[in-house]
């Protein structure tokens, strides 16, 4: 589990490269200079850490791009302490951002191989979200609802209601649409029925699948 001068002179490169793709939010970027992205993936893949790129993790499920994660993370427009509800732990390195730039992060997901290897991670990098679970993405956690903004790291074909419902009024919720490629769309709540939405473009996810495994 290191994190060495070398790594962090990576991260910084990194940071640089979001920012000429577009990244403004100095709280994102922060949080994208400080996480150690190389020990949220297979050791064989740690030379290739900081580049632009996802790669598989296991169970069929990859850690997304630095600049998906960076641009998702923007949309959010995260406030310290906020609860924000993410669906899909995966790697864990979304939890990670979300958690080091102040949220409260309650995060769901499905497969239980990811779901024990990040709960055993965390802990050992002193990252602490609010509550982890294995579940079904699908139905958020209304025990724990309304959250200030919800996203969600799995591409969907559909925009599961039980998510909408779980967003506080003038909370975003933050989910990339579509079935082959997928549309990030952002959802800002009105009031108890309106919903508007805005859309940014084609973005590449692994499927949003129900029931947990």
Do not use: W
Not at 9 to 27: A, E, F, H, P, Y
């Amino acid at each position: 589990m290191k994190d060495t001068a070398k790594h962090q002179g990576l991260r910084n490169q990194l940071v640089s490269l979001l920012q000429q793709k577009g990244i403004t939010d100095k709280n994102v970027l922060d949080a994208i200079s400080k996480i150690p992205r190389h020990l949220f993936l297979n050791s064989s893949f740690e030379d290739y850490a900081y580049q632009d790129k996802a790669f598989p993790i296991g169970a069929g499920q990859t850690i997304s791009q630095p600049y998906t994660v960076a641009f998702q993370s923007q949309l959010l427009e995260v406030k310290k302490e906020e609860k924000v509800l993410e669906i899909g732990t995966g790697s864990g390195y979304q939890t990670a951002v979300l958690c080091a730039m102040g949220a409260k992060v309650y995060s769901v997901e499905r497969q239980n191989e990811l779901f024990k290897k990040t709960s055993v991670l965390f802990p050992k990098l002193g990252i602490r979200p609010k509550h982890l679970s294995f579940g079904d993405g699908y139905k958020g956690l209304p025990q724990h609802a309304p959250f200030d903004s919800i996203i969600v790291t799995a591409g969907a074909p559909i925009i599961p209601k039980p998510l909408m419902a779980q967003l506080k009024i003038g909370g975003r919720l933050v989910i990339p649409l579509g079935d082959e490629l997928q549309i990030m769309t952002m959802l800002i709540r009105k009031n108890a029925t309106q919903f508007e939405k805005h859309e940014f473009g084609e973005f590449r996810f692994v499927p949003l699948l129900e029931d947990k495994n």
